[in-house]
């Protein structure tokens, strides 16, 4: 897929991943807070600035901006408690419903997108290649011309698409054994490589003579990932489809709750944990899309239900600014039996919002300079 093509294919997929993602959130608080009876003045379909004003009903303004992504609600004063209606204003119960919502319809809609993915895209890989992740220094691999996005189609001559087994377990074993097979001989490697950013993949032959001393857990001294290159449809019946979006579910909350100690641990790498923006989000979601002639929509779809389920999850975060910033204020005033000071509360939520703001643009620029690349 050339650089236009994915530019191309990369609007609609920003649009298709992150704008329902962030409608149904608003959603969420804007439908709560009409039910609270909070005076909510603007629900904006878009991300400012103002396209056009659509219609108003009762109280509220409905609005069409022109940013195709998402939506946002304004409510009366949400750190003002001095009118009445405002969000401030309510009991800490609605508020608490009113902040909690957003999160909940994203993990609904997560569900929801995780269930239709297992009845109506799954497919079951059936084959499979190997690409380089990493190269080690010194290694047989590196004597070779081996680089970190490489694709392994053909060994010594030979075609080398690994069939995966009825357990669906992926193992870098075939090509261990083949590597110490030929230790002390002529190698050849045959791998697809891309000469640049967003062209196509061209195959590369890579040759020389392996040292008659290998190491048996490491022969090539490289770090491997598995392509999909082949599957067939797959079956779910609404129960199972349900029990695999739970279990799917469940997954992305622990590994969210797992993280710290994993880090700590070093079983995983910072690389493999940095977080993402739009543009890394939409990267992933082209880069999944370009698959669909092996694995169908099902890894998009099932991706954009996972997408879902995080961002509820960080909107949780006791972050000021967050839903889960202003949810610990709540929590706060409960335990102390008073408010906290809404002048303090607004100041600190501004701050915790230019943190954020700040912190996106780093991320930001790291999807631009050093994207994320799974092909």
């Known amino acids: 897929m050339d650089v236009l093509e994915t530019l191309v294919l990369g609007l609609p997929v920003f649009i298709i991943l992150l704008g329902p993602l962030m409608f149904v959130h608003e959603l969420g608080h804007f439908l709560v807070a009409k039910w609270a009876g909070i005076r909510v003045e603007e629900f904006g379909m878009g991300l400012p600035p103002r396209m056009v004003r659509l219609f108003q009903r009762g109280e509220t303004e409905y609005t069409l901006n022109w940013l195709p992504i998402g939506a946002f609600v304004r409510m009366t004063g949400e750190e003002d408690p001095s009118d009445p209606r405002s969000f401030a204003a309510q009991p800490k119960r609605w508020r608490f419903a009113v902040l909690f919502a957003g999160p909940f319809m994203n993990f609904a809609l997560g569900f929801v997108v995780l269930t239709i993915a297992y009845l109506a895209f799954a497919t079951q890989p ?86 008659q001393q290998l190491n048996p857990e490491a022969p090539l001294g490289v770090s491997i990932s598995f392509r ?30 797992r993280l710290p100690a994993e880090l700590l641990n070093q079983r995983i790498s910072l690389e493999q944990a940095r977080p993402v923006g739009p543009i890394g989000i939409t990267n992933i979601g082209v880069a999944m899309l370009e698959e669909r002639d092996t694995q169908g929509l099902f890894p998009f779809i099932r991706f954009a239900g996972f997408i879902s389920i995080l961002v509820g999850l960080t909107n949780l975060l006791p972050i000021p600014a967050l839903d889960g910033g202003r949810i610990l204020f709540v929590l706060i005033e409960a335990l102390r039996g008073r408010r906290i000071d809404p002048l303090r509360e607004r100041w600190v939520h501004g701050v915790g919002m230019a943190l954020l703001l700040t912190l996106s643009l780093a991320i930001l620029i790291l999807d631009i300079v050093a994207p994320i690349n799974l092909r």
């Open 228 to 257: 999909v290159v082949a599957s067939e449809p797959r079956a779910y019946t609404f129960g199972e489809a349900v029990r695999a979006a739970l279990a799917d579910f469940a997954f992305v909350v622990g590994g969210i709750i």
């Open 126 to 211: 059936t084959a499979f290649r190997y690409r380089v992740i990493g190269v080690q220094p010194n290694s047989v691999a590196a004597m070779l011309g081996v680089q970190p996005g490489d694709e392994i189609i053909a060994v010594n001559g030979k075609p080398f698409e690994q069939p995966i087994g009825a357990d669906q377990s992926l193992s870098a074993s075939a090509l261990r054994e083949v590597v110490l097979q030929s230790a002390g001989q002529p190698f050849t490697l045959e791998v697809l490589r891309s000469p640049a950013e967003g062209l196509s993949p061209q195959p590369v032959t890579l040759r020389g003579t392996l040292p």
